[in-house]
């Protein structure tokens, strides 16, 4: 249970870290920042989202609760740089898309007197940094605890108690082969799709002919491309298999226009059309 | 110049021959429906949208203006049947969303007294028939006209002006050959993705974790399964084209992420970033 008189760190003060320490401060929660940019710790304090950070790590000291919102290969790196100054016994968690591979890799470094409890808020927007931060975010977002069978329930509560505070709408637990086969499919596979769309032609007059349909499909090709190709490539095996799968799909309805097999697309379009009408329950 | 004394009539009254019928009657013009389904005619009758309407092309005689808002096959042997009931001089035009095709076959077979001016709203809904007609789905859509070098300035105007009546976002004009192909891009191929990401998987689970990714890629995959096919095949050659240069451009990010190519995926997606900015203007 997290309770008032902890101290929470969050490390990484951008649109997730920066939603956070919103969400929790605005709960009545004690929330302290790190970012290496003084502008995100200076943005934050002037939101007055935060008691006090720093681009020193030594602020970490002491707190209940550490929240990584840092980029995977960050997270991991500031984990083995920082780690001595946790406190024994706090718990650290974390935003990261992709799990299995951060799992093992903070669990192998990480003191004995540290629980990792991961986590996942599956929130975002098109746009980077704490000035786009907004805790409103969750209230329509899912948040998946990823346990491993070390994790004592004590942790898994506290992450479950931390998505209570920040309002998500579902807040669930996935295996971390589960989370990432999942993530793999339903955001990585659409990101994928969304960022070929809009490579396959250079055609600027497409713009004004643009209705709905391709608008929905390329929202998300405003990508953040620092990011995403790690994310793609902590969850490279699943990524693979998805592409192809969809790929084959392609292909399949493809054979079935080339060969005037009108039965098999009417066939294709009832399933999706049924299959789609279940998201808008 | 369309003027409020001319009769106009529309064949087919479902969810855009409806939204035609409640534009134009609302705007204070004379309009007249057929449909086959006596349902349709009696609802288009009880919303003030029609004058008077029917399931006998008999309606059609003296109208200066005839509409088919029928599917695509279905337009051509109406024609086929019915012209003889056209008045001479009268303007036919449509609302089919493929054009090369369409056009060569009412040429072949229509009245040299009548002249058919090809056009596209680009508008529609994930449901069909006229119960969910709504005419201010026009005021967000573009209105495209499809001439050949044999049409007259005056089809043409009158395309126009319809458009403007109906209050059309944008009016534009482009030859069958490129409405062909940016439909082919723009709407075929954008239905066919969400169509085969549908396909590719039956995991019911899903909806529980899906986010806003997911379910704008989707949108589309509620498809009217019975109109689809038919339009994909009346632009079959281009929509394999582009079928195929999307799934190479898939299978070109697929080689940088299995090659572990960062820099590759982060290029895709600054250029798939920039470009969609462009969207959002």
């Known amino acids: 249970m997290i309770t008032r008189d902890m101290k929470i760190t969050i490390a990484g003060l951008g649109l997730l870290g920066g939603s956070y320490a ?6 009545g929660y004690q929330v302290y920042g790190i970012d290496r940019d003084p502008d995100a710790v200076a943005y934050a304090l002037e939101k007055g989202w935060i008691k006090a ?4 790590p030594e602020i970490v ?3 209940d609760i550490v929240i990584s919102a840092l980029y995977p290969q960050t997270f991991i790196q500031w984990v083995r740089d920082c780690q001595h100054l946790f406190a024994s016994g706090c718990i650290l968690t974390d935003v990261t898309g992709v799990k299995r591979n951060v799992i093992r890799e903070i669990n192998a470094v990480l003191r004995p007197d540290v629980e990792y409890i991961a986590a ?4 975002g927007r098109e746009f980077k940094g704490i000035r786009y931060a907004d805790s409103s975010l969750f209230r329509q977002a899912n948040y998946i605890i990823v346990p491993t069978p070390q994790n004592t329930a004590k942790a898994i509560d506290t992450a479950r108690n931390l998505a209570e505070i920040l309002q998500f709408r579902y807040i669930g637990e996935l ?3 589960d989370h990432d086969r999942m993530i793999g499919f339903l955001s990585q596979l659409t990101h994928v799709i969304a960022v070929a769309l809009m490579n396959v032609t250079e055609n600027p007059d497409l713009v004004k002919y643009t209705g709905d349909s391709f608008r929905d499909l390329t929202r998300i090709a405003n990508i953040n491309a620092d990011l995403w190709p790690e994310l793609f490539l902590q969850n490279k095996d699943y990524l693979l298999k998805e ?4 790929v084959s799909e392609m292909n399949e309805f493809r054979a079935m226009l080339a060969e005037d097999n009108t039965e098999g697309m009417k066939e294709k379009m009832i399933i999706s059309a049924q299959r789609r009408k279940a998201f808008d329950k």
Do not use: N
């Not at 996942?120 to 929130?123: D, K, L, V, Y």
């Not at 592409?243 to 969809?246: C, G, M, Q, V």
């Open 120 to 123: 996942h808020p599956m929130a």
């Open 53 to 56: 950070g720093s681009t020193d």
């Open 175 to 177: 295996s971390p082969e």
């Open 22 to 27: 919103q969400g929790l401060s605005e709960a």
């Open 243 to 246: 592409i192809d799968l969809f």
């Open 61 to 63: 000291r002491d707190s």
